[in-house]
Structure formats: structure tokens, C-alpha cells
């Protein structure tokens, strides 16, 4: 399998830590993943615990912001390190190169395994969480009925939008809907009552 460019390597791991970070601390606020349940992961054990060890005395907020700022540090650090050591090791000087090697930007075989323990927990204890299944059809529902709305009658969407090419409209009725902030798209939804 033919690798893409080490930027693109680079950007991949960017949004996953950057998405799993958010989804701890989205869990978090929400009250759907608590603290306590978090201590069963290594990573974020191990965060934690530096965390209360520097500021024994902070409130539960700014503990789970220290504990995830670590977190992405030590994600973020051994990416580095691991990388400039494959870059290293392989010396590619071509995009083709790089293309025929194994993946160059990655983590160590330990912060990986500890990246997945991470991603199955916010699976099983986020993603799969009943409140969290149910927004997400209820999301689905709303964004379905909308496309329809739009694809029946798209003189409703901005001038913008009409203008472009007939031929696609389903892709251009899935753009505009794309540029849709949730509460937007849910307000329309109402004031439409397609609910």
C-alpha cells in the first residue's frame, strides 16, 4: 500500500489526537464520561496523577484540562521523536520514496498501543453511549429531512447555492448543508417543521 506524503501522514495524526482529546473533554462536560472512569485508561492515569501531584489543591475542571494538555504533550512529543527516527533510519529524498516506505510519521509501538486503549474506551464509553447514539440519529433525521427539503426545492437555498450547476444538485444541496452550523441546521429544521 502506497503511503501519502509525510505532511499528509503528519495531518492524519494531528486531527486523531486532536479529536480524541476534544471527545474526552466534550464527554467530560457533558457528563457522560466521568473522571473516575477515565483512571481505567494508562494514559490518562498517567497524566492525571502528574497532574495532582504539580497542583494537589485544583478544582475537577482545570485537573481534566492539565490531564489532557499532558496527554497531547506526550502524544504530540513521542510522534516527534519516533518520526525523526524513522526519517533517520530511511533517508527518503523523493515523494516516491516516501510513498514505497513503510508509514514514517507514527508513534512509538507503546503510545500507539496506549492511542488504541484510548480510542476503544471513548467507543465504548462515548460513541456507544445511548444519549450520544440518540443525538446522533436524531442528527441524521434532521440533516435527511433537509436534503429533501432542498433537493425538492432549491430556489429555498441562498442565491449562492442556486446558481451553481443543476446537474449536481444533490452534491450542491449537500454542500450548502455542509456549511451548516448544528443550531442553524436544527433551527431551520424547525421553523420548516420537518420535524
Same mark, same amino acid.
Given at each position: 500500500?502506497?503511503?501519502?506524503?509525510?505532511?499528509?501522514?503528519?495531518?492524519?495524526?494531528?486531527?486523531?489526537i486532536a479529536y480524541n482529546n476534544h471527545d474526552i473533554d466534550d464527554g467530560y462536560r457533558?457528563?457522560?464520561?466521568?473522571?473516575?472512569s477515565l483512571m481505567d485508561v494508562s494514559l490518562f492515569?498517567?497524566?492525571?496523577?502528574?497532574?495532582?501531584?504539580?497542583?494537589?489543591? %485544583?478544582? +475537577?475542571?482545570?485537573? $481534566?484540562?492539565?490531564?489532557i494538555r499532558r496527554i497531547?504533550?506526550?502524544?504530540?512529543?513521542?510522534?516527534?521523536k519516533t518520526s525523526s527516527k524513522?526519517?533517520?533510519?530511511?533517508?527518503?529524498?523523493?515523494?516516491?520514496?516516501?510513498r514505497?516506505?513503510?508509514?514514517?510519521i507514527n508513534l512509538?509501538?507503546?503510545?500507539?498501543?496506549?492511542?488504541?486503549?484510548?480510542k476503544q474506551f471513548l467507543r465504548s464509553s462515548l460513541y456507544e453511549h445511548e444519549r450520544v447514539v440518540e443525538m446522533t440519529d436524531n442528527a441524521k433525521a434532521i440533516i435527511k429531512d433537509l436534503f429533501l427539503?432542498? %433537493?425538492? +426545492?432549491?430556489?429555498? $437555498?441562498?442565491a449562492s447555492y442556486q446558481n451553481k450547476s443543476t446537474e449536481n444538485l444533490p452534491r450542491t444541496v449537500a454542500d450548502y448543508l455542509a456549511g451548516m452550523t448544528d443550531r442553524y441546521a436544527i433551527k431551520i429544521h424547525k421553523d420548516m417543521k420537518l420535524g
Open positions: 500500500q502506497q503511503q501519502p506524503s509525510l505532511e499528509a501522514q503528519l495531518v492524519n495524526y494531528a486531527d486523531e457533558s457528563g457522560v464520561i466521568k473522571f473516575e492515569k498517567e497524566c492525571a496523577e502528574l497532574v495532582k501531584k504539580d497542583y494537589p489543591d %485544583i478544582d +475537577d475542571v482545570r485537573k $481534566m484540562h492539565e490531564t497531547m504533550y506526550k502524544l504530540i512529543s513521542d510522534i516527534c524513522n526519517i533517520a533510519k530511511f533517508k527518503p529524498e523523493t515523494i516516491d520514496e516516501i514505497t516506505l513503510p508509514k514514517l512509538s509501538k507503546n503510545m500507539n498501543q496506549c492511542q488504541i486503549e484510548l427539503y432542498y %433537493i425538492n +426545492d432549491p430556489s429555498l $437555498m441562498p
